[in-house]
């Protein structure tokens, strides 16, 4: 048998593990030379884990053979390192792209990226010993006594349970977060945004770090409570009162020298961190022997050091709850003193940007440092319940001796009855001193206890600040997010977080500061709970964490525990801290932050629009719930924005509108892109909602019949398509006139309504900036750029008549005008010349004209016309020429415009036919009848019965006019208009003629008119006839709305 060229070596059963840890062992496996390998005398020195070549030769790199990129680390990088693997372009060879892309897409770099500048910590100098410093704070050596007194031991482990409990969920759900790609600066911050969006993140994040800020004035007043202790056992009245003075100046100056040490630098700040952890740890170790030791002498047996003893630890394990510390205490409120303690497994996440490996560093730094600290605590809280009593007199005559033999100690308890005890767990926050075998050693332990916690507080605070500023979420921080220094330090960040902090050190005492930011950690360890329990159960592809011990619901259940414990530590605490956090997700919310980091909560939306998507399609169609679904053939939207702003008028908010973009030449994916992205960008400054879509490659017939068949989905589909009316039929070639004809066929075919706008001034403007419409309106400079209209889209001359100058006073009608309007017979109106003034002001607009680079010019007047949909309308009418039932889509569209606060002035009066001259009265109730069951709100409606008569000898000539390009023998014989047709639809035709001269009577000063669309019916109707109809019966009119519904009903009398 042949032998195999290439060999691949096996996988041995104890190799057969996890992938990720498979991968873990590959990554930490030292790198060795083939060379070395020879040395050695191997006679493979490759891998068991590559496939290799028996008889391999290198020649030539990979690169110089392919333009294909291997899987490297760097091209999935989001940053400036990151390289850039060959686009699909590229590889495909799409002719599309230009010699200028390719070069740019060849421009890859080929070393390694730089690695970044600063000092990286590890898991034990960079999470252990912070967590450790952080959890070990003020209450180690002056509350955990006092904790005892009141809960007794037995509550007091539950308490140190139920924060463990909520600590170590908690610290589980952050590991998983951590671990599920890359932890930059910002800790907290970072986690929640990355995780559940800006809106949570920010929140969490700024009262995270005040939480933080004042964690460290605690501290810090801890400290100063300790060094007053020291003075007066000293015999020293201190610097002013030894009290709460001496606390805020000493305060002052330590919240200072913390703030530069900080400053100075991580590998400073860490020095700093290793020589207190060994006091801190030597402290503990001192009072534990010291207990064991036992007391020794009878001065401190009076003051409450007895020992460890059978009887003391069975007096102190019940709770006691007294009045202390200027209330009546229970388990909660000692509870709420305590949980400050443990509140610093997210030390190592806030400086994750300094971390050479966060996601595998702060699961096991973390995990480590709180089992640690818990056993701690539990110890501690054994040794002072069982070695030192809850009251003490502190005087030795209150002892029993016998032969110079201490017999009984409990005379000491007794002060309780007398007036007060000055000594014991109740009253002395100084017993540990007492109980340690070195009594100095335990203040230096609480020296480094809280100054090493307000040092963690104050270098995680202004790191997490410049995270916030870098994000821009809130644009106050972004002054104290400047960084300084070749390691970006955010000096501005220290000053911030020094003010918030001495402003709560004024306060200066330790009790009253504890409890309030309880709760601001517990909220911010309940979003991490929710955050993990959120992506967990949405479960998007992204999510992978390496760390696996967690649970979604046991996520959840840490989340509801936090929120539970708030609210019985303190609800009025509670819901301050829910209205904070309220207002600040509202400010995010509002500001629209434009950022994307793939959060959850963008893969929840996903999901939901897409099982609602689902469940719509599952549901039938109902008449009470129909809304217009718009498809606007308008090219690029920022060229026909009265299109669109009409559109929008119609949707809002509460239904689908689609602007579609036909291009007829083939578009690369990154010019198609280019087109939609920017399309989206000026529908969202012009807050339209909107979405945007391109086709290229396609004739407009072709691209617009591809649209309304495959646009949206399921039930999120258009049924109406709106297009602008072709002002240049008849001057375009024959086969343009044709695709624009074709369109309707192709609409009504496919059951789509249509709707078709003309307005005066023509549309096609290019791409107007807001800025210069202002300056049309309200006389702000500036030449006002427009582009030359594109040759694919066939409807691209829209007609804008200019809106009335005299608004009327809005009319509104009971129910009962409903049915009592007046009917009478239309009769033409003789046409009112304008009189000088409005002629001079008529040219004075004329006068005012923006020309762009390209030479096109525009009217002051003209540009005001594109805006007519988007302006407020302060009265007139709306005219609703009710010809013919489609379903009632006429009569709907026009009622939703008038709803719109902009148009809320414009009066809707109605025009209908009457069929029977004879029956009038019973038309015109019927109709009212009609509109009134609707609930349709109108000022006048008005009866047609003349519609049958012979136009007027100047209508026909114009008529004549309009069409005589398409019946003279000179003209295309493909677009004539045969004299069959013209005498085969001479009545319809009269019919349109007539309607101009009504509408011409009726509707001149009207602010918008809406008419039924003729319906174009096929192999009937000739495309040069069908549109010199709608130029007669639309010329020289306010800007005017065809309307032809599928004839499927969209209103209902039914409940």
Not at 162 to 172: G, P
Not at 368 to 381: E, Q, T, W
Not at 766 to 793: K, N, Q, Y
């Amino acid at each position: 048998m042949e032998d195999n060229r290439f060999a691949i070596s096996s996988v041995e059963s104890e190799s057969k593990k996890n992938g990720i840890h498979m991968g873990a062992s590959i990554i930490s496996r030292p790198l060795r030379s083939s060379v070395e390998a020879a040395e050695r005398g191997e006679a493979n020195g490759q891998s068991e884990t590559w496939l290799h070549d028996a008889g391999w030769r290198r020649k030539r790199s990979l690169a110089q053979l392919t333009r294909e990129a291997l899987p490297r680390l760097e091209n999935y990088r989001n940053s400036k390192r990151a390289l850039k693997r060959p686009s699909l372009g590229e590889l495909h060879g799409d002719h599309l792209i230009t010699e200028e892309d390719e070069k740019t897409q060849n421009q890859r770099e080929t070393k390694s990226p730089t690695p970044a500048h600063g000092i990286k910590l590890g898991w034990i100098q960079g999470v252990l010993i912070p967590c450790l410093l952080n959890i070990w704070g003020v209450m180690l050596f002056l509350r955990i006594s006092w904790v005892v007194s009141q809960a007794g031991i037995g509550w007091s482990l539950v308490i140190v349970a139920i924060s463990a409990v909520v600590c170590v969920i908690t610290t589980l759900s952050m590991s998983a977060i951590c671990t599920n790609g890359e932890v930059k600066g910002g800790g907290i911050y970072y986690i929640i945004s990355r995780s559940l969006g800006p809106e949570f993140g920010a929140s969490v994040g700024i009262i995270f770090a005040f939480a933080n800020a004042v964690a460290a004035s605690m501290n810090t007043i801890g400290f100063c409570d300790s060094l007053n202790t020291l003075l007066r056992e000293l015999g020293n009245s201190g610097i002013i009162d030894n009290g709460y003075n001496d606390v805020r100046i000493v305060g002052t100056i330590a919240l200072v020298v913390m703030c530069i040490i900080c400053a100075v630098g991580m590998d400073w700040e860490s020095k700093a961190q290793n020589f207190l952890i060994a006091i801190i740890v030597g402290a503990i170790v001192d009072f534990i022997v010291g207990t064991l030791m036992g007391p020794r002498s009878n001065e401190e047996i009076s003051k409450g050091f007895v020992g460890l003893s059978k009887s003391t630890f069975s007096k102190n394990i019940g709770a006691d709850y007294t009045f202390s510390e200027g209330k009546y205490q229970d388990f909660f409120s000692v509870f709420a003193i305590f949980f400050p303690s443990v509140t610093g497994i997210q030390a190592g996440a806030n400086i994750s940007g300094d971390l050479k490996d966060p996601a595998s560093a702060i699961p096991k730094g973390t995990l480590l440092a709180l089992l640690i600290s818990m056993l701690s605590y539990a110890l501690m809280v054994l040794f002072a319940g069982g070695g030192a009593l809850r009251d003490a007199s502190g005087n030795i005559t209150d002892l029993v001796f016998n032969n110079g033999t201490l017999v009984d100690y409990e005379g000491v308890m007794n002060c309780r009855d007398k007036g007060g005890c000055e000594f014991g767990l109740h009253t002395s926050y100084s017993v540990m001193q007492l109980m340690s075998a070195w009594g100095p050693f335990i203040y230096a332990g609480c020296w480094a206890a809280t100054l090493s916690t307000a040092l963690t507080n104050l270098l995680s605070v202004p790191r997490l600040i410049q995270a916030l500023g870098v994000d821009r979420i809130y644009p106050g921080l972004i002054f104290f997010a400047k960084p300084y220094g070749r390691t970006g330090e955010p000096y501005r960040g220290y000053v911030l977080t020094f003010l918030v902090s001495f402003t709560f050190l004024i306060i200066a005492d330790l009790n009253t500061v504890a409890p309030l930011i309880s709760n601001f950690y517990l909220a911010s360890y309940a979003l991490i709970n929710y955050c993990t329990f959120h992506a967990a159960l949405v479960r998007p592809l992204g999510w992978r964490p390496t760390f696996r011990y967690y649970n979604v619901w046991v996520s959840l259940l840490g989340c509801l525990m936090c929120v539970a414990i708030m609210i019985l530590i303190s609800w009025e605490t509670s819901l301050i801290t829910f209205a904070i956090f309220l207002v600040l997700y509202l400010i995010v919310l509002y500001r629209k932050p434009d950022v994307n980091w793939g959060s959850s909560t963008q893969a929840q939306t996903y999901k939901t629009a897409l099982s609602s998507a689902h469940k719509l399609a599952r549901t039938g169609d109902h008449v009470k719930n129909y809304w217009p679904q718009l498809l606007v053939l308008a090219g690029r939207p920022q060229h026909r924005p009265a299109l669109v702003d009409l559109g929008h008028l119609i949707t809002k908010a509460g239904s689908l509108m689609i602007v579609a973009d036909i291009v007829q030449s083939k578009l690369s994916y990154k010019d198609r892109a280019h087109r939609i992205h920017s399309g989206d960008e000026w529908l969202r400054g012009r807050k339209v909602r909107a979405f945007c879509t391109a086709v290229s490659g396609f004739s407009f017939e072709s691209g617009a019949r591809a649209l309304m068949q495959a646009a949206g989905v399921g039930r999120l589909a258009p049924n109406v398509l709106l297009m602008g009316y072709k002002a240049d039929w008849n001057t375009v070639p024959t086969s343009e006139l044709e695709s624009y004809f074709n369109v309707l066929h192709t609409a009504f075919e496919t059951k789509l309504a249509v709707a078709i706008v003309r307005v005066s001034g023509g549309l096609d403007s290019g791409a107007p900036d807001d800025a210069g419409v202002r300056g049309a309106r309200g006389g702000r400079g500036g030449e006002l750029r427009v582009r030359a209209p594109s040759i694919m889209h066939a409807d691209s001359d829209l007609d804008i008549r200019s809106p009335d100058s005299h608004p009327a006073s809005r009319n509104n009608l009971s129910a009962l005008a409903l049915t009592t309007s007046r009917s009478f017979t239309i009769s033409e109106k003789s046409d009112t010349k304008p009189n000088k003034k409005d002629k001079k002001n008529l040219d004075f607009h004329h006068q005012i004209v923006y020309k762009s680079s390209s030479g096109v010019e525009l009217s002051s007047e003209n540009l005001t016309h594109k805006s007519t949909f988007l302006e407020k309308q302060e009265g007139g009418t709306i005219d609703v020429w009710w010809l013919y039932d489609d379903g009632g889509l006429t009569m709907l569209l026009p009622y939703i415009i008038s709803q719109r606060a902009a148009w809320a002035r414009c009066r809707l009066r109605v025009f209908a036919l009457a069929n029977r001259r004879h029956e009038l009265e019973l038309e015109e109730r019927n109709m009212a009848n009609l509109l009134s069951k609707f609930r349709i709100d109108y000022s006048s409606l008005t009866m047609v019965q003349d519609i049958t008569e012979a136009p007027q000898p100047d209508t026909k000539e114009l008529f004549e006019e309009v069409i005589k390009k398409f019946t003279s023998e000179d003209g295309d014989e493909e677009a004539l208009i045969s004299k069959a047709e013209r005498t085969n639809l001479a009545e319809k035709t009269n019919r349109q003629l007539r309607l101009r001269e009504l509408l011409l009577a009726n509707s001149k000063d009207a602010k918008l008119v809406v008419m039924s669309l003729p319906m174009p019916r096929k192999g009937s109707v000739s495309a040069p006839l069908y549109m010199s109809w709608l130029e007669m019966m639309s010329r020289d009119l306010p800007p005017m709305l065809f309307v032809r519904g599928n004839q499927t009903s969209v209103l209902t009398f039914y409940s």
